[in-house]
Each structure stands twice: as structure tokens, then as C-alpha cells.
């Protein structure tokens, strides 16, 4: 799943960071890593394509399904061929712990408690997750010295030194695909992505007030 970033300056671009997030088939990681509508939309468009395309009208509807089935594979294969080589970790939970840590965290730790809180999940999936990544060295809890009622968390040398590897090479993936496309689509992709982004959010909002009007 991929989500650009674009800086634009007087309408030209002028700085281009990338961030790719890889959900392998792993069940504790979607249970503690948030997603963003953009990144949830190719796995609901998948799912269940089929049905969906036999309950939809719009020819333009089906269409966006199917090109979102399209570019939800080929990532996936792609950002699988760019890590063939790379270590072998759970870059989903481990992204999502990192995130944690730079917003909430101190000092390289994060509260075990405030990852439920962040990613909205309760402690029992929250611990699952953390289990996966002690038991591969990628993260430590611990308690805090200053309250050993709470438990800190941080991410192991190991399992950074793993992150930052993962990281770039998926960074690379995509911005090759960003090289082959070109500045001038660049540009223009991130002004229509965020006019769909802003579509989106208004037909949420169309559809939250429906739903607090309900008896």
C-alpha cells in the first residue's frame, strides 16, 4: 500500500518524500497499524470485487474497482520483489511502533498503553503484536523506572537497523516509478489526488450526518 507526500511551491515541485507501508499476510499487524482511507481503499476494492461489481450501477464505479484490484497486485509484487533480499521482519507493526514513538514517545519508548490509544485497539491485540517482535529481537518492553505500574516499549537496534533497510529499499521501488513517470505528472497527480482525497472526505461527511440522524 503506498501513500505519496508532495511539496508544492508556486506550482512546481520541489521536494518528494515517499512512504510505503507492506501489510504481508500478518494478523497482528493490521490489529495495531492505522490506515489511512487512501491505503484502506485497494483492500476493500479487492476483497470482494466480485461482489461488489454485481451491486454497483456505475459504470464508473466499476471501473475505479477494478483499476484499484490492478494497482493493489502490482504493488504487491512489487514491493515483494524489492524486499527479496532485504531482512525478514513485521515492517507493519514495526512502522506502526516507530510512528508511535515519534508522536507520543520519550526518549526512544512509547507507553504500551498509549499504542491502544493511538491505533484505537485494545491491549490484548496491542500485546500480540509486541509479542511478535520481542520474540524476533526487533523491540524490548520494559518498566518504567518512574512508575512500575506502566510498561514502556522501544524498538531494539536490531529491529531499527531492519526497519531503516526495508524502508528505503521500498522507498526506492516507488521512487522509480515516480522517475519513470515524470516531474510534470508528479505535479499534476498530487493536485488531483488531493481534489479525490477532498471528495472523499466530503461524502464522509455527507454519510456521518445520515447516520446521526438515525433513530
Not at 515492517?91 to 493511538?118: F, T
Not at 524476533?136 to 518504567?144: E, S
Not at 524502508?167 to 497527480?189: H, P
Not at 472526505?201 to 438515525?214: C, G, H, I, P, T
Request: net charge neutral; glycine share 6%; charged share 30%.
Amino acid at each position: 500500500l503506498h501513500h505519496f507526500e508532495f511539496k508544492i511551491n508556486n506550482g512546481e515541485l520541489v521536494n518528494k518524500s515517499i512512504v510505503l507501508f507492506l501489510f504481508v499476510n500478518d494478523t497482528a499487524t493490521t490489529e495495531i497499524y492505522p490506515l489511512s482511507l487512501h491505503d484502506t481503499l485497494p483492500i476493500l476494492a479487492t476483497e470482494r470485487r466480485t461482489f461488489m461489481e454485481g451491486h454497483i450501477g456505475d459504470p464508473r464505479s466499476k471501473a475505479v474497482m477494478r483499476y484499484l484490484d490492478r494497482l493493489k497486485k502490482s504493488v504487491r509484487r512489487g514491493a515483494s520483489l524489492s524486499l527479496a533480499n532485504a531482512p525478514k521482519l513485521h515492517l507493519g507493526i514495526l512502522e506502526g511502533l516507530n510512528h508511535a514513538i515519534e508522536v507520543r514517545g520519550q526518549d526512544g519508548a512509547v507507553y504500551v498503553s498509549d499504542l491502544a490509544e493511538i491505533f484505537k485497539q485494545p491491549l490484548p491485540a496491542i500485546s500480540r503484536g509486541l509479542r511478535t517482535l520481542e520474540q524476533d529481537g526487533l523491540a524490548q518492553r520494559q518498566t518504567d523506572p518512574n512508575d512500575r505500574r506502566r510498561t514502556l516499549v522501544r524498538i531494539t537496534p536490531k529491529g531499527e537497523e531492519s526497519r531503516l533497510i526495508c524502508e528505503s529499499r521500498l522507498n526506492d521501488y516507488i521512487t522509480g516509478i515516480m522517475n519513470d513517470l515524470g516531474e510534470e505528472f508528479c505535479q499534476q497527480f498530487a493536485k488531483d489526488a488531493e481534489t479525490l482525497l477532498q471528495a472523499i472526505e466530503r461524502q464522509n461527511e455527507k454519510l456521518l450526518a445520515e447516520k446521526e440522524k438515525m433513530p
